[in-house]
T-cell receptor, first 114, second 113 residues
Framework: AQKVTQAQTEISVVEKEDVTLDCVYETRDTTYYLFWYKQPPSGELVFLIRRNSFDEQNEISGRYSWNFQKSTSSFNFTITASQVVDSAVYFCALRTSGNTPLVFGKGTRLSVIA | SQTIHQWPATLVQPVGSPLSLECTVEGTSNPNLYWYRQAAGRGLQLLFYSVGIGQISSEVPQNLSASRPQDRQFILSSKKLLLSDSGFYLC????????????FGDGTRLSIL
């Protein structure tokens, strides 16, 4: 069975601080896909990034970066110089085949205080 | 480009009343379709998913049902709503292969009185 754990329920930081959101996954499949989504207060889920199990290259997109480590089954998300607009719930998710639903973690609520 | 429409955006219903939420996808064929529910301040709970017309997989046994009468239409229904059915309902679609993300609609906020 697949499982995604986001141990941090809520995080609060002051604007301009860096913050890392943790994601640990479990699967016995050798091929799998990892995703991060953002849910702002308006409610819609916005896709941020995906990573394939065979590609451990980390990625940076502006102030966002993702660290994928198969050795620790983790796919952590770092926001550098956080801004108030980053306040949202962030979900990590896992999928092992094309026709199965994503398995979501419980989410981490990030509050960035001005 | 693909788009997903979900309506209504908000709904207030009395306990015991029926429910019908509709979701349609445009710009793609034979998508996988999903219904999720999110209780206030909680995570996402997968309710149903469908890989084709008439094919529905139920994840949570309860008083809700889903139907897929057309390729890109997914309907969530209930004959009698309970107070516990309150929440934020999200429809999503995806296509294989597995690295393709799920794309979500804007959601329906359902309040049961």
């Amino acid at each position: 069975a697949q499982k995604v754990t986001q141990a941090q329920t809520e995080i609060s930081v002051v604007e301009k601080e860096d913050v890392t959101l943790d994601c640990v996954y479990e699967t016995r499949d050798t091929t799998y896909y990892l995703f991060w989504y953002k849910q702002p207060p308006s409610g819609e889920l916005v896709f941020l990034i995906r990573r394939n199990s065979f590609d451990e290259q980390n990625e940076i997109s502006g102030r966002y970066s993702w660290n994928f480590q198969k050795s620790t089954s983790s796919f952590n998300f770092t926001i550098t110089a956080s801004q108030v607009v980053d306040s949202a719930v962030y979900f990590c998710a896992l999928r092992t085949s094309g026709n199965t639903p994503l398995v979501f973690g419980k989410g981490t609520r990030l509050s960035v205080i001005a | 480009s693909q788009t997903i429409h979900q309506w209504p955006a908000t709904l207030v219903q009395p306990v015991g009343s029926p429910l019908s939420l509709e979701c349609t996808v445009e710009g793609t064929s034979n998508p996988n379709l999903y219904w999720y529910r999110q209780a206030a301040g909680r995570g996402l709970q997968l309710l149903f998913y469908s890989v084709g017309i008439g094919q529905i997989s139920s994840e949570v046994p309860q008083n809700l049902s889903a139907s897929r009468p057309q390729d890109r239409q997914f309907i969530l229904s209930s004959k009698k709503l309970l107070l516990s059915d309150s929440g934020f309902y999200l429809c999503a679609w995806s296509v294989p292969p597995g690295w393709q993300p799920q794309h979500f609609g804007d959601g329906t906020r359902l309040s049961i009185l």
